[in-house]
């Protein structure tokens, strides 16, 4: 298939990624089952409102106020109304009695209606507060939450599906307070108290005019039901379309150098097709549900018209009376209408809060101790004894297999190896990223499993081959770790790296702002920030993980002379695949299949002739291991 067509069978392609999609959701699949009870969910919802507890009981008070005071329009119109009869019927006397009668009716309904109308903004307002006082709680406690799971939770989760639980989950839950529960407590008081005033006036039209009430109640719990798995599998396709759109943006140079925009503009199509959809269904579902409760309304006034006009007409009911019975059921017409939003609210709010507290509810892997202590750095000697990890956990092949070894300040060790035997899983060992499966890590005899996570990530610097640059300016990434350093010890950090030569050359110098993930700058320029940033720490463990790949053997032999200094005073562990760059390192291992299969100094596994040996020849033979150049430190 040319790839600068349009794909001829997308359906196949997003098939392929929305299995993709599952094997990342497996991990929170289980969690959102145990968040599967609306009740639970929306009662936690209310819990956390209450937080704010004056604005609650405002919002709550101002709503009871302004549903009673609606209730009130009803009689004042009734009685209105017979006074104007009065008025229309009587002599001279009674006209003026019926005058004065019909004055005071109207004075009450406009201050009725004024106060209704005062009270209902104050519960508006409130409720709209404390939805965007809950929406930003959450949000800080999610995005809190994400920052203390394990790299474990992150290598299954894409970052898509975290996104769209952290906006549009969010988002679902905010407007549940105005538009669920509000309402739903301004419903509950017009039916409640405008059944006892209709059923004490007249028992057989007060049983008329609620009587759409219980098939309303009904038909919104089947609506309900409905919605709410339609929310659900609604929000699942946002995220599938997160994970679309983030995976293009992230890849957008290869897009393009392979010409494949069609084809991720077809495949982002069929993906969003597919959550129209569900949102197509979602909508039909609402809106017959609430097509039919305002039938069933419309049938409940019929009636009441009918049966008080018949009263009417034969003289036992005034018309004053009826009018408050048809008011009434008016007034019960927007609410009515509103059910499927209240519904539709409850049913969203449900989900997205089950969604939402699946991943606050998980706890993370790595996790601090209780009273773990900080770490106590005394000679900064690291040793692994018997280390062996697996990626997934029990039944998984090894990653690493019996690893030990000891590096001290002061000492450098090398590790080498083929791709995929471990190399990278050592560097994510030491600062906790991840527990061994077996075996200990220690630094200066302390398990780094029992001490305070954040002392120990303070002791331990690893420097990734695959370097993160944020969308801010060059000294604030070089001072990321320690966000208050003068310009004396950025420069100063710049000049370790050798970056303040191509610094000079840029428009703003350290000022200059460097694209998302520092796409302005090239492999080598990136790798030598990230450099530098570690070298602003003085950390007493450093880790190169393969972090000098993009830079040319000169500049790493004048980075590794500038480092000198600092690797006196701190234990080095160097991961590559160019010898050139372990030749110095007191001991090399050799790691094969997550083993080290061998061990000693350069020259050492030299003489061995073994693997080391054999890649260090077809090395020299390619032209890749560079001997330390004139006048460089060693």
Same mark, same amino acid.
């Given at each position: 298939?040319?790839?600068?067509?349009?794909?001829?069978?997308?359906?196949?392609?997003?098939?392929?990624?929305? =299995?993709?999609?599952?094997?990342?959701?497996?991990? %929170?699949?289980?969690?959102?089952?145990?968040?599967?009870?609306?009740?639970?969910?929306?009662?936690?919802?209310?819990?956390?409102?209450?937080?704010?507890?004056?604005?609650?009981?405002?919002?709550?008070?101002?709503?009871?106020?302004? !549903?009673?005071?609606?209730?009130?329009?009803?009689?004042?119109?009734?009685?209105?109304?017979?006074?104007?009869?009065?008025? %229309?019927?009587?002599?001279?006397?009674?006209?003026?009695?019926?005058?004065?009668?019909?004055?005071?009716?109207? *004075?009450?309904?406009?201050?009725?209606?004024?106060? /209704?109308?005062?009270?209902?903004? #104050?519960?508006?307002?409130?409720?709209?507060?404390?939805?965007?006082?809950?929406?930003?709680? +959450?949000?800080?406690?999610?995005?809190?939450?994400?920052?203390?799971?394990? &790299?474990?939770?992150?290598?299954?989760?894409?970052?898509?599906?975290? #996104?769209?639980?952290?906006? +549009?989950?969010?988002?679902?839950?905010?407007?549940?307070?105005?538009?669920?529960?509000?309402?739903?407590?301004?419903?509950?008081?017009?039916?409640?108290?405008?059944?006892?005033?209709?059923?004490?006036?007249?028992?057989?039209?007060?049983? *008329?005019? +609620?009587?759409?009430?219980? &098939?309303?109640?009904?038909?919104?719990?089947?609506?309900? @039901?409905?919605?709410?798995?339609?929310?659900?599998?609604?929000?699942?396709?946002?995220?599938?379309?997160?994970?679309?759109?983030?995976?293009?943006?992230?890849?957008?140079?290869?897009?393009?150098?392979?010409?494949?925009? $069609?084809?991720?503009?077809?495949?982002?199509?069929?993906?969003?097709?597919?959550?129209?959809?569900?949102?197509?269904? /979602?909508?039909?579902?609402?809106?017959?549900?609430?097509?039919?409760?305002?039938?069933?309304?419309?049938?409940?006034?019929?009636?009441?018209?009918?049966?008080?006009?018949?009263?009417?007409?034969?003289?036992?009911?005034?018309?004053?009376?009826?009018?408050?019975?048809?008011?009434?059921?008016?007034?019960?017409?927007?609410?009515?209408?509103?059910?499927?939003?209240?519904?539709?609210?409850?049913?969203?709010?449900?989900?997205?809060?089950?969604?939402?507290?699946?991943? @606050?509810? +998980?706890?993370?892997?790595?996790? =601090?101790?209780?009273?773990?202590?900080?770490?106590?750095?005394?000679?900064?000697?690291?040793?692994?004894?018997?280390?062996? &990890?697996?990626?997934?956990?029990?039944?998984? $092949?090894?990653?690493?297999?019996?690893?030990?070894?000891?590096?001290? /300040?002061?000492?450098?060790?090398?590790?080498?190896?083929?791709?995929?035997?471990?190399?990278?899983?050592?560097?994510?060992?030491?600062?906790?990223?991840?527990?061994?499966?077996?075996?200990? #890590?220690?630094?200066?005899?302390?398990?780094?499993?029992?001490?305070?996570?954040?002392?120990?990530?303070?002791?331990?610097?690893?420097?990734?081959?695959?370097?993160?640059? &944020?969308?801010?300016?060059?000294?604030?990434?070089?001072?990321?770790?320690?966000?208050?350093?003068?310009?004396?010890?950025?420069?100063?950090?710049?000049?370790?790296?050798?970056?303040?030569?191509?610094?000079?050359?840029? $428009?703003?110098?350290?000022?200059?702002?460097?694209?998302?993930?520092?796409?302005?700058?090239?492999?080598?320029?990136?790798?030598?920030? !990230?450099?530098?940033?570690?070298?602003?720490?003085?950390?007493?463990?450093?880790?190169?993980?393969?972090?000098?790949?993009?830079?040319?053997?000169?500049?790493?032999?004048?980075?590794?002379?500038? %480092?000198?200094?600092?690797?006196?005073?701190?234990?080095?562990?160097?991961?590559?695949?160019?010898?050139?760059? %372990?030749?110095?390192?007191?001991?090399?291992?050799?790691?094969?299949?997550?083993?080290?299969?061998?061990?000693?100094?350069?020259?050492?596994?030299?003489?061995?002739?073994?693997?080391?040996?054999?890649?260090?020849?077809?090395?020299?033979?390619?032209?890749?291991?560079?001997?330390?150049? $004139?006048?460089?430190?060693?």
């Amino acid at each position: 298939m040319a790839i600068n067509t349009p794909d001829p069978n997308p359906d196949a392609r997003i098939a392929d990624a929305r =299995d993709s999609f599952a094997v990342y959701q497996g991990r %929170l699949a289980a969690s959102d089952q145990r968040h599967s009870a609306d009740t639970r969910i929306l009662w936690r919802i209310i819990r956390l409102a209450l937080r704010y507890r004056l604005r609650v009981a405002v919002a709550i008070g101002a709503t009871i106020v302004a !549903a009673v005071f609606q209730l009130a329009i009803p009689p004042l119109l009734g009685n209105a109304v017979d006074s104007a009869l009065g008025l %229309l019927r009587g002599g001279a006397a009674e006209a003026d009695a019926a005058r004065d009668a019909l004055t005071y009716a109207a *004075l009450l309904l406009l201050g009725a209606s004024v106060l /209704r109308g005062a009270f209902t903004l #104050i519960h508006n307002y409130n409720g709209e507060a404390i939805g965007h006082l809950l929406s930003y709680d +959450l949000r800080l406690a999610f995005y809190n939450k994400l920052q203390t799971l394990s &790299f474990s939770f992150h290598d299954q989760v894409h970052t898509g599906e975290l #996104i769209t639980r952290g906006m +549009l989950d969010v988002e679902g839950v905010r407007m549940f307070i105005n538009t669920g529960l509000l309402r739903l407590i301004l419903l509950t008081v017009l039916i409640g108290i405008g059944a006892y005033l209709l059923l004490s006036t007249d028992l057989l039209l007060g049983l *008329l005019s +609620l009587s759409f009430v219980p &098939f309303v109640a009904w038909q919104s719990s089947v609506a309900r @039901l409905k919605l709410r798995t339609m929310w659900l599998t609604l929000q699942e396709r946002m995220a599938a379309l997160g994970q679309i759109m983030d995976e293009n943006l992230t890849g957008i140079r290869v897009v393009r150098a392979f010409g494949a925009e $069609p084809y991720e503009i077809e495949k982002y199509d069929v993906a969003s097709e597919e959550a129209m959809t569900v949102a197509r269904k /979602r909508i039909k579902t609402r809106v017959a549900s609430t097509t039919v409760m305002t039938f069933a309304y419309f049938v409940a006034m019929g009636l009441v018209l009918w049966v008080g006009g018949l009263r009417v007409l034969d003289g036992s009911m005034t018309v004053g009376t009826l009018t408050v019975f048809l008011t009434f059921i008016t007034i019960l017409q927007a609410p009515v209408r509103q059910l499927g939003l209240l519904v539709n609210s409850i049913a969203r709010a449900s989900t997205c809060g089950s969604r939402l507290f699946a991943v @606050l509810d +998980l706890v993370p892997v790595i996790g =601090d101790q209780r009273d773990a202590p900080a770490l106590d750095l005394r000679e900064g000697t690291v040793r692994f004894e018997d280390v062996s &990890f697996s990626y997934t956990g029990d039944g998984a $092949p090894p990653v690493l297999r019996g690893v030990s070894f000891e590096v001290g /300040r002061g000492k450098t060790l090398g590790i080498v190896g083929p791709p995929g035997s471990g190399k990278s899983t050592i560097a994510n060992l030491l600062p906790r990223y991840y527990d061994p499966t077996d075996g200990q #890590i220690t630094i200066d005899g302390q398990d780094i499993r029992d001490v305070h996570i954040a002392s120990l990530r303070q002791a331990v610097c690893v420097v990734q081959q695959d370097p993160f640059l &944020f969308t801010a300016s060059l000294e604030n990434n070089i001072a990321y770790g320690n966000p208050w350093a003068d310009d004396e010890m950025i420069q100063g950090a710049a000049s370790v790296a050798q970056i303040d030569g191509f610094v000079d050359q840029l $428009p703003d110098g350290f000022g200059t702002l460097v694209g998302e993930r520092g796409v302005s700058l090239s492999g080598g320029q990136k790798q030598r920030v !990230a450099i530098a940033r570690a070298a602003m720490l003085r950390s007493a463990v450093l880790i190169f993980d393969d972090s000098t790949a993009a830079i040319d053997a000169e500049t790493e032999q004048r980075i590794r002379a500038a %480092l000198k200094p600092h690797m006196e005073n701190c234990a080095t562990i160097v991961i590559s695949h160019r010898l050139g760059a %372990l030749r110095h390192a007191d001991e090399i291992v050799f790691l094969e299949a997550g083993r080290i299969v061998e061990r000693g100094t350069h020259d050492a596994l030299i003489a061995e002739d073994g693997r080391y040996a054999a890649l260090h020849a077809l090395q020299n033979q390619d032209g890749e291991d560079v001997e330390a150049l $004139p006048g460089a430190a060693e």
